[in-house]
């Protein structure tokens, strides 16, 4: 009736961004991430207690935070046979939390794995998937490593919505992702709002959605042959389109700062220089640079350089786990 989980955060390479479904969080179109190592969210979930208690990053959640918790722990009491009771839920995050670098993607994917364990479920990475999503889209991308493909599916009840491994954590040993921390607070307006928004109002968005799943199939074949200016080159053009769709949201959405820019804008001339290092972008003001191994000091410094008050090198990151020492 009690277990524990970590999960790692991911970045999207081809974004998700809009949803066909707002309850049961159904993407408009499939995208691809990358799973980010060390980064992480490990999350106890205990059955059979006397009230339902929810603590997120040392403090009591409540409102929709706390419900969106609770929403996904009663999918599982519905699956389970055994009576499980209310439920309490530690979790904490060693990386900024919801400043554009998946915090709640990881959270939702620790959340799914150890609720599923706690309550004597399957380990099975397809039905943790497909919990994980009804907590936050892209968590369904988490509970494998690697490289993980969210597929947008097509059946109205959510079945065929889940991520599937596509290459593990071992395909590219030699990548790595150079996390630059601009700053350090909350966005404004969180995700799920912003995609809304941008849905029901960005012009651009219909075309985004045809671009991006096509997109997700270049990128397979650009992974699979390990081709780093190629996929650097599509994660660049993927994060322009997808924040241009919230540009011409109304009324307009950045999620970009002066820092972001700035830092962006200086690739091309790191590129020129010799430096293979390229961008992507979530909904947030820090930008995840792709790099190699040899040259991800070179990547650490330009960062330092723009102004990110903190950088954290990344490798691929493995499955959510099980782990032994509870958080309470």
Not at 19 to 43: C, F, N
Not at 93 to 102: E, K, N, Q, R, T
Not at 125 to 148: D, M
Not at 223 to 244: F, S, T
């Amino acid at each position: 009736m009690k277990a524990t989980a970590l999960a790692h955060p991911n970045i999207a390479l081809v974004k998700y961004w809009g949803k066909r479904d707002d309850a049961l969080i159904l993407p408009h179109q499939s995208s691809l991430s990358l799973t980010l190592s060390p980064l992480s969210v490990t999350t106890t979930v205990e059955f059979g207690v006397a009230s339902d208690q929810v603590e997120l990053n040392g403090h009591t959640a409540k409102g929709s935070e706390r419900d969106r918790v609770l929403r996904l722990l009663d999918v599982i009491r519905t699956q389970s046979k055994a009576e499980l009771g209310p439920s309490k839920v530690v979790s904490r995050g060693d990386f900024p939390m919801a400043a554009g670098l998946a915090s709640s993607a990881a959270g939702f994917a620790a959340l799914a794995v150890a609720g599923r364990a706690a309550a004597g479920l399957s380990s099975e990475p397809r039905e943790a998937s497909i919990l994980a999503r009804l907590g936050s889209g892209s968590a369904c991308r988490s509970v494998q490593g690697g490289f993980c493909e969210w597929q947008r599916g097509e059946r109205p009840d959510g079945e065929d919505s889940f991520a599937v491994q596509r290459f593990d954590a071992a395909h590219w040993p030699d990548l790595r992702m150079v996390v630059a921390i601009l700053d350090r607070g909350e966005k404004e307006v969180k995700s799920r709002d912003g995609m809304k928004l941008t849905v029901d109002t960005s012009p651009y968005y219909p075309a985004w959605v045809k671009d991006a799943e096509a997109e997700v199939v270049q990128s397979r074949a650009l992974i699979a042959q390990r081709d780093l200016q190629g996929l650097g080159e599509l994660c660049e053009r993927n994060a322009w389109r997808m924040h241009a769709t919230s540009f011409a949201a109304n009324p307009p959405l950045s999620y970009m700062n002066a820092g972001t820019l700035g830092l962006i804008q200086h690739l091309k001339e790191q590129r020129k220089k010799g430096i293979p290092v390229w961008f992507t972008l979530d909904a947030g003001p820090n930008p995840v640079l792709l790099t190699d191994a040899a040259h991800e000091v070179a990547a650490e410094a330009l960062a330092r350089a723009c102004g990110a008050v903190d950088v954290i090198r990344c490798t691929p990151g493995g499955d959510a786990v099980l782990k032994q020492e509870h958080l309470f």
